[in-house]
């Protein structure tokens, strides 16, 4: 590759349109955010710079749950009576005010808007899969067409840190493949833990290869070392590169760490950029790794403290599952983090708080694959590609809808009982709540139709709202104190807000299911679930999913405000951004 090659997708038009989309996409979550308030203008709305001299009109639907479905071909920018060209990071600048961003925030953020602006570009230069060519599609087909990330941040593709060399060799949406580079880390240092059944030696063994294990140990042992006082850790060819072979430098020298080399089997991105699915064995399990690089509001690193317990809150959540009634009816599962592998720096340890990125710089955990589970004739598919839309404006889910052949209310009730209904019952049976975006969920689906869900990233972002809950000591972390006003909003937020307004927008700009079907559906389904739960009727009136309302819980503002840790994970409560409320779409059906 050349030096212009390496920027070839950087071109006019399609920075053009990508600027367009981005800022489509910015007018419609700042306004449900209330960060802008757009004026009626006729038939158009009108948003105004701080100064105001500087006018962006567009056209607009209103849906439910404050949503704004504005037409990206009627954004236009005017000052001077002039209109002028769409460009994104004018309009932070344009705006800062109105958008909270400090002096110290906005170059980081323009940055993360750059780079976001950059990977549009990269899509717009990829063949041109239709809807309905990915609903016939593998798994990680589906996963490498997604030409959007989270719905609702902005800024959802920073990836700062990676070049654009490092980019078009590990973000998902290349699909290039990856091989992980491995180390040796010394016992005094690194720690491994596993689920039950699980004994190091065999399991490495079973994702190398006895050939590859072989091949590393004879590396140590060619350097006068002990294999035995070692352990492998997988890591990221990135954070080699850039990190660990600088930052760990002390380690290499001491031979605390040693560099085995690249192991055999080929993995591809996956849409969360540091976790891993094996392509050359798919059976295998995916490998997370930690990864320095600021994406989305956090340091994409791992904790070898965290890892620890991985494993155990893994085993823990799956005999839940496996021994409720309710759960397994739902055909839920998860696909368990087996096990972790992690290294402590000590130096960076004595000169940091637990926060701090120099404690995530090195960890691994296995996670199963969800392709042994499956049966004749299902595929699976990221529930994140339930909100893609192709080239010409189709969305994957109505494509999904067209092949399973079933009423479009009929379809999303099945989706429903196999991802909602497990989320209603883990909060009002447990006190347990999930991090269910899209990203975090993949759907086991047979023509179309969805059989059933599998949740995954478990240990780092389940919580259990109960004070009092009975968890085992090596399950303890997950316990967090929540206000009692604020614990619905895990399914208001997570799930209404931040999935649930998105598709049914879509699917009611396609003309497939009104909005009013798409809410009337998930009532139905909910008062389903608590009419077949009647000893939960206590809970369900002190926790009401009917409540004429609940709080407007904003994610950009979390970003704009501190785009280097959003939240902490321990406390995720204390760092809501609650502006207002929003009308409930299901109240009174």
Same mark, same amino acid.
């Given at each position: ?158 990836? !700062?840190?990676? &070049?654009?060399?490092?980019? #078009? =060799?590990?973000?998902?949406?290349? *699909?290039? +493949?990856?091989?992980?580079? $491995? %180390? ?109 690089? !600021?994406?989305? &509001?956090?340091?994409?690193? #791992? =904790?070898?403290?965290?890892?620890? *317990?991985? +494993?155990?809150?893994?085993? $823990? %959540? ?272």
């Amino acid at each position: 590759m050349t030096l212009a090659d390496a920027v070839a997708h950087l071109s006019p038009g399609r920075w053009a349109t990508a600027n367009r989309l981005l800022l489509r996409k910015a007018l419609a979550e700042f306004a449900h955010e209330r960060l802008i308030t757009p004026e009626e203008d006729g038939d158009r709305y009108v948003v105004r710079s701080d100064d105001g001299l500087t006018s962006y009109r567009f056209s607009a639907v209103r849906r439910a749950l404050d949503h704004w479905e504005i037409d990206p071909d009627s954004v236009t920018r005017h000052r001077d009576g002039t209109e002028l060209p769409l460009a994104a990071l004018d309009f932070f600048i344009e705006l800062k005010e109105s958008l909270g961003l400090s002096d110290e925030i906005l170059p980081v953020y323009l940055e993360e808007i750059s780079s976001t602006l950059s990977g549009t570009c990269y899509k717009l230069t990829k063949p041109q899969v239709t809807s309905a060519e990915l609903a016939r599609s593998g798994f990680q087909e589906v996963e490498a067409g997604m030409t959007e990330g989270h719905p609702c941040f902005v800024a959802n593709n920073g990836r !700062l840190g990676f &070049g654009i060399h490092e980019y #078009l =060799s590990y973000a998902p949406e290349t *699909a290039s +493949p990856v091989r992980l580079v $491995w %180390l040796a880390a010394h016992r005094s240092r690194a720690a491994f833990t596993a689920g039950a059944g699980i004994e190091y030696e065999s399991f490495l063994r079973e994702e190398l290869g006895e050939k590859t294990v072989e091949r590393f140990r004879a590396v140590l042992t060619g350097r006068g070392l002990d294999p035995a006082e070692y352990l492998f850790i997988p890591v990221h060819p990135w954070q080699w590169w850039n990190k660990l072979s600088v930052t760990f430098a002390a380690e290499v020298a001491r031979e605390l760490l040693v560099c085995l080399g690249e192991g055999d089997d080929e993995y591809l991105a996956q849409q969360s950029i540091r976790t891993f699915f094996n392509t050359s064995a798919p059976h295998k399990h995916y490998v997370k790794t930690a990864l320095s690089v !600021l994406n989305m &509001g956090f340091m994409r690193g #791992l =904790s070898a403290t965290y890892m620890e *317990a991985t +494993p155990a809150i893994n085993d $823990w %959540l799956a005999r839940l599952i496996d021994s409720d009634p309710v759960l397994k009816s739902t055909g839920l599962s998860i696909i368990r983090e087996r096990a972790a592998v992690g290294y402590r720096h000590l130096e960076y340890e004595r000169a940091t708080d637990r926060y701090s990125p120099y404690r995530k710089m090195l960890a691994a955990l296995w996670r199963e694959s969800p392709v042994p589970s499956l049966r004749d004739g299902e595929t699976l598919a990221t529930m994140a590609s339930l909100l893609h839309v192709d080239h010409r404006g189709a969305s994957l889910a109505g494509a999904l809808i067209e092949r399973s052949g079933l009423p479009p209310a009929e379809w999303l009730r099945q989706y429903l009982r196999a991802y909602y209904v497990p989320l209603l019952h883990s909060f009002y049976a447990y006190d347990l709540v999930f991090m269910p975006h899209g990203e975090n969920v993949v759907l086991v689906l047979k023509d179309g139709a969805v059989q059933r869900a599998v949740y995954k990233d478990i240990a780092e972002e389940i919580a259990v709202m109960d004070p009092d809950a009975a968890l085992p000591p090596e399950v303890r972390r997950i316990r967090v104190e929540v206000p009692e006003d604020t614990k619905l909003l895990s399914v208001f937020t997570d799930v209404f807000d931040c999935f649930f307004r998105f598709l049914a927008a879509r699917l009611a700009a396609d003309g497939i299911l009104t909005e009013d079907g798409f809410w009337r559906t998930v009532a139905e389904v909910t008062r389903e679930y608590q009419e077949a739960n009647p000893e939960l009727a206590d809970r369900f009136r002190q926790y009401d999913m009917f409540a004429p309302e609940f709080a407007l819980s904003c994610l950009n503002r979390l970003q704009l405000r501190n785009n280097r840790q959003m939240v902490d994970l321990a406390d995720p409560s204390g760092a809501l951004q609650l502006v207002g409320t929003l009308k409930n779409p299901i109240a009174g059906l």
